[in-house]
T-cell receptor, first 114, second 115 residues
Framework: AQSVTQPDIHITVSEGASLELRCNYS??????LFWYVQSPGQGLQLLLK??????LVQGIKGFEAEFKRSQSSFNLRKPSVHWSDAAEYFC????????????FGGGTRLMVKP | EPEVTQTPSHQVTQMGQEVILRCVPI?????FYWYRQILGQKVEFLVS????????KSEIFDDQFSVERPDGSNFTLKIRSTKLEDSAMYFC?????????????FGPGTRLTVT
């Protein structure tokens, strides 16, 4: 069965500092990986996705993520955090089958200090 | 930009009552999903739907749950006899492709409170 672990429940960074959110997955085949962001009272917005090819993927809002098969990781990064990035971030793995089920990690809540 | 919409934003119901949560997926999308998030827990998959039938469902999606696409635009989740543990945020999602290219777009959610 597939699973996703986000080891950090909360992270606080200063505005302008760099950010890395960790994600580890368990999946028997080639994973399809996603990062979503959820602002308070909002739905889940897709930041970026990895299906195949270049292991460094660029997303919206200046985010990027790197797929490392050897470490079963798909960490999310941003070089300079803005106060508006404060939100909850979810990593997810998808299955390549008719159901397209996404399995989510527990989420990391990001707080940004001024 | 097209978006998934959900109504109502908040539904309060008594235990044992039936509820219907409504979603309008993005208009050219063909795959539809329901997920739920119990407060403080992970987002969990409930069901996926394509071509007017269920493609996959999780263990959570038991006989108390059903989904329907009653017309060309709506996608509904019905819970026949609600339990306290059904209290959660329910998210609808849709995608235009399936399988490995599935990029799911989520609605803002319906918060269901069962008292």
């Amino acid at each position: 069965a597939q699973s996703v672990t986000q080891p950090d429940i909360h992270i606080t960074v200063s505005e302008g500092a760099s950010l890395e959110l960790r994600c580890n997955y368990s999946y028997g085949a080639t994973p399809y990986l996603f990062w979503y962001v959820q602002s308070p009272g909002q739905g889940l917005q897709l930041l970026l996705k990895y299906f195949s090819g270049d292991t460094l993927v660029q997303g919206i809002k200046g985010f990027e993520a790197e797929f490392k098969r050897s470490q079963s990781s798909f960490n999310l990064r941003k070089p300079s955090v803005h106060w508006s990035d404060a939100a909850e971030y979810f990593c997810a793995v998808g299955r390549n089958n008719a159901g397209n089920m996404l399995t989510f990690g527990g989420g990391t809540r990001l707080m940004v200090k001024p | 930009e097209p978006e998934v919409t959900q109504t109502p934003s908040h539904q309060v119901t008594q235990m044992g009552q039936e509820v219907i949560l409504r979603c309008v997926p993005i208009s050219n999308h063909l795959y539809f999903y329901w997920y739920r998030q119990i407060l403080g827990q992970k987002v969990e998959f409930l069901v996926s739907f394509y071509n007017n039938e269920i493609s996959e469902k999780s263990e959570i999606f038991d006989d108390q749950f059903s989904v329907e696409r009653p017309d060309g635009s709506n996608f509904t989740l019905k819970i026949r006899s609600t339990k306290l543990e059904d209290s959660a945020m329910y998210f609808c999602a849709s995608s235009d492709l399936g399988g490995r290219m599935s990029e799911q777009y989520f609605g803002p959610g319906t918060r269901l409170t069962v008292t």
